[in-house]
């Protein structure tokens, strides 16, 4: 870079990490179109990256087959003592992890370049961002962390001599012999795939995975994992949650986080499309959430990202014409189907190709019998390309947060809303809510797991304390606080039909939530909480069997009860990490349910 870096601590680490993995050389980024489109050049050169005639601008990649989705079980929080961890992370010694990882680092990025990335999460200099410097040897990372993070000079000029900086190191773990041809995507075996974090220490070691969140640092490891830690030391909060502004026909703004787990719907949700006449919604966000106690007492947010890392299957112009927009040019595509005419397709985008090439590389037609995209197959969009994008989504100070939703996708038991009766409860919705698995994490889909705040992966130490900083945040904020909800749009009958359609109708259910932050009654008590009385959901236009209706917002009492020694023993693993005032949430509503 032409920049003088000034920091002798980054110049040290970038030095010392060099020694380990000695490559070939060091490139030092310094953001901007040309240093994108020059990275490009090089993947289109080595055919990693496939132009699509269809989009200006807009290249398709197809990973390792081994390589196509976040690693848990390969994933590490590495505290000095493992409660600190706690049960939901796996962990390994600090020593010992390091003492592995050198092993594999050692020499692994001969005959390839090392990038360094200086990036900010959030608006440089907002009071709320961070900045993190990541180290990698995959171009294709360096891409996808223009768009997804703001990339370059900025950063390394906000830095200065000795700014605090996150060091991540990445590589994918495929050093290159002399002459030794590259593969398309170069990664290592699951066995040498290592997704390490060591808060105390602020820092990120990933190793042997060039796919989403394995390799973006700056995405969970950074936003979520380390940052959590950071936050719970420093007094705020990091979530995985999408950021909304809602306003009313009348004017009045309200800003909307929600937490669901990994492709359970968020992007949708945050580009949602309101049903409700005379409400407009704007995105935010639509991952990873922020949030200080600003000078008037009230939370503010910002979304750390600078692009949408989502899911492509199901996105289609019916269920997300917004995101369909934003992808219309200057997009990385990750395991999508190509077509004949330079086009990417992905089941749930609309009527499949008659022929065209699946995400393995292979030819494809819609007989084939497996899907031409993969599951958890990706866009990386820059967020400014969303049509509605908030006027306010780069304000350094923040949005004021009026509601939190939280949720997941369940089949049966959740009702489709209901609002929690004070703040200590709504933490136990957020302790307790549970999703069925989805494809964005390479195991099991379609179980049932009690994913707590949708932060099951993501949460850099032990998730008890963690209810606990809920707690002390919801007592610094008194009557400030956000009202909190669950939501659950995935309801199914007996007979397996979704009772709820979903998509932009999801704004009817965010405006009932929005008119009980504004006062009005509207809710009935039950057991679990306040769900909507009849009439209270504002359903005009909306064909809905009453029947139906009836179904998703019943509350059935021998459910509920058979749920309890579920979330007994989910909050036993915690032991006497679990707030007391948690287990006294547990006791009311067993009270409660009778
Ligand atoms: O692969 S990512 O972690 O970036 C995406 C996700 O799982 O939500
Ligand atoms: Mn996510």
Request: aromatic share 8%.
């Amino acid at each position: 870079m032409a920049m003088k870096v000034k920091h002798a601590e980054l110049t040290r680490w970038v030095r010392e990490t060099a020694d380990m993995v000695r490559p070939e050389r060091v490139c030092w980024c310094e953001g901007g179109k040309v240093e994108y489109d020059t990275m490009m050049k090089k993947l289109l050169d080595a055919g990693s990256a496939i132009p699509l005639a269809k989009r200006p601008n807009s290249f398709l990649f197809r990973s390792d087959p081994s390589d196509v989705a976040r690693v848990e079980d390969r994933t590490y929080v590495s505290t000095p003592l493992r409660v600190e961890s706690g049960p939901t992370n796996n962990w390994i010694a600090p020593d010992e992890l390091k003492t592995a990882m050198r092993a594999l680092y050692n020499g692994c990025m001969a005959g390839r370049a090392m990038y360094v990335i200086p990036f900010s999460m959030g608006p440089i200099g907002s009071p709320i961002a961070k900045i993190g410097v990541e180290i990698t040897d995959s171009p294709y990372v360096v891409c996808n962390m223009h768009i997804m993070t703001r990339v370059g000079k900025d950063v390394i000029r906000a830095l200065g001599k000795d700014g605090e900086f996150i060091p991540c190191v990445h590589s994918i773990g495929a050093p290159l012999a002399p002459g030794q041809k590259d593969a398309p995507w170069p990664c290592a075996p699951i066995e040498k795939k290592y997704i390490s974090h060591f808060p105390d220490e602020n820092l990120i070691w990933s190793h042997g995975s060039g796919y989403g969140g394995n390799a973006l640092l700056g995405k969970k490891c950074l936003s979520l994992r380390i940052a959590s830690h950071m936050a719970r030391r420093e007094g705020w909060m990091a979530e995985h949650m999408l950021i909304l502004r809602l306003t009313a026909p009348d004017g009045r703004r309200f800003h909307i986080t929600a937490a669901f787990p990994s492709a359970c719907g968020k992007t949708n949700l945050a580009m949602l499309q309101p049903a409700v006449r005379g409400w407009k919604c704007e995105c935010i966000g639509d991952d990873i959430c922020w949030m200080k106690i600003g000078p008037d007492g009230r939370l503010r947010a910002i979304n750390p990202e600078s692009g949408f890392f989502g899911v492509a299957p199901g996105t289609s112009r019916q269920s997300n014409p917004m995101a369909m927009d934003t992808v219309k040019e200057n997009c990385i595509f990750t395991n999508c189907a190509l077509t004949d005419d330079g086009d990417v397709w992905w089941e749930g985008m609309g009527p499949a190709p008659a022929r065209g090439i699946d995400w393995k590389g292979k030819d494809w037609t819609p007989q084939a019998g497996h899907p031409g995209a993969h599951p958890n197959a990706r866009f990386t969009a820059p967020a400014a390309q969303c049509p509605v994008i908030c006027p306010d989504w780069q304000d350094p100070a923040g949005v004021p947060i009026d509601i939190f939703v939280f949720g997941g996708r369940r089949a049966s038991v959740a009702p489709l809303v209901h609002e929690a009766r004070n703040w200590d409860h709504g933490v136990f919705l957020g302790a307790t809510a549970a999703s069925e698995t989805t494809a964005a994490n390479l195991s099991a889909v379609g179980v049932l797991r009690r994913d707590p705040f949708a932060m099951k992966p993501f949460c850099g130490y032990n998730m008890g304390d963690y209810f606990q900083h809920w707690l002390n945040m919801g007592d610094r904020l008194g009557d400030r606080a956000p009202r909190m909800f669950y939501a659950n749009w995935f309801r199914k009958s007996r007979e397996g039909k979704w009772l709820w359609p979903g998509f932009g109708e999801n704004s009817r259910v965010l405006k009932w939530m929005c008119e009980r932050v504004a006062g009005k009654p509207g809710a009935v008590e039950t057991p679990i909480g306040l769900v909507p009385g009849e009439g209270d959901l504002d359903l005009a236009g909306l064909t809905l069997p009453p029947d139906d209706l009836r179904e998703l917002l019943c509350v059935d009492r021998q459910a509920w009860k058979a749920e309890i020694p579920d979330i007994e023993r989910h909050f036993a693993q915690f032991g006497d990490r679990v707030p007391k005032r948690l287990t006294a949430q547990l006791d009311e509503l067993r009270r409660r349910l009778g």
